[in-house]
């Protein structure tokens, strides 16, 4: 059965704070990706990976880093947490070739105060 | 205006009614288009799947097309306490790195 974890559910973090998020995917899929989702705007893409070590910017980037060392992993930083950044956010892999299905991790809610 | 309109609803139905789902989308160039189901504090899943125009049937569930109009449509037959949901439309062009243009989603809640 394919999986996507991502290893924090709920986060609540203070403002400044430096925040990781993790996503382990086990179906060997070459692309990963960080969205965020909120109430009538849908989910956003933040950053995306097509290969280990490679990333590229999705629609909102700002306050946001990846990174991706190995290909089953693939991390999300904020580097000065803000409350604007209060959120849900999705990690998801895929194939390079097939449908273009995403698979999603089960989300990690992120509360800053 | 965005590249993808979806009713948030909540749209609220009994159970055993038919159910229609809809997206509007702006980018012709769009050929690939998904719905994806999200229940409640889990990520989304694929439920159906269709390149280019027509209909694609997978039990009580059909997927519509039409790319003259820009409209796409799901259908549930045959609704049941289980379906209630968010629904998210999503599509794609034919480039080489697909990437998805998500609806915001329609709550759908189905009571028995």
């Known amino acids: 059965d394919v999986k996507v974890t991502q290893s924090s559910r709920y986060l609540v973090k203070r403002t400044g704070e430096k925040v990781f998020l993790e996503c382990v995917q086990d179906m060997d899929h070459e692309n990963m990706f960080w969205y965020r989702q909120d109430p009538g705007l849908g989910l956003r893409l933040i950053y995306f990976?097509?290969?280990?070590?490679?990333?590229e910017k999705g629609d909102i980037p700002e306050g946001y880093s990846v990174s991706r060392e190995k290909k089953e992993r693939f991390s999300l930083i904020l580097e000065s947490a803000s409350t604007n950044q209060t959120s849900m956010y999705l990690c998801?892999?895929?194939?390079?070739?097939?449908?273009?299905?995403?698979?999603f991790g089960e989300g990690s809610r992120l509360t800053v105060l | 205006q965005k590249e993808v309109e979806q009713d948030p609803g909540p749209l609220s139905v009994p159970e055993g009614a038919i159910v229609s789902l809809n997206c509007t989308y702006s980018n012709s160039a769009f050929q690939y288009f998904m719905w994806y189901r999200q229940y409640s504090r889990k990520g989304p899943e694929l439920l159906m799947y269709t390149y280019s125009s027509g209909n694609k049937e997978d039990g009580r569930f059909t997927a519509q097309v039409d790319k003259s109009s820009k409209y796409i449509s799901l259908f549930i037959r045959d609704s049941q306490p289980s379906d209630s949901a968010t629904y998210l439309c999503?599509?794609?062009?034919?480039?080489?790195?697909?990437?998805?243009?998500f609806g915001t989603g329609t709550r759908l809640l189905v009571s028995p």
């Open positions: 990976s097509y290969d280990v070590k490679m990333k």
């Open positions: 999503a599509m794609s062009a034919n480039t080489g790195f697909q990437k998805l243009v």
């Open positions: 998801a892999s895929r194939l390079t070739a097939g449908t273009g299905e995403l698979f």
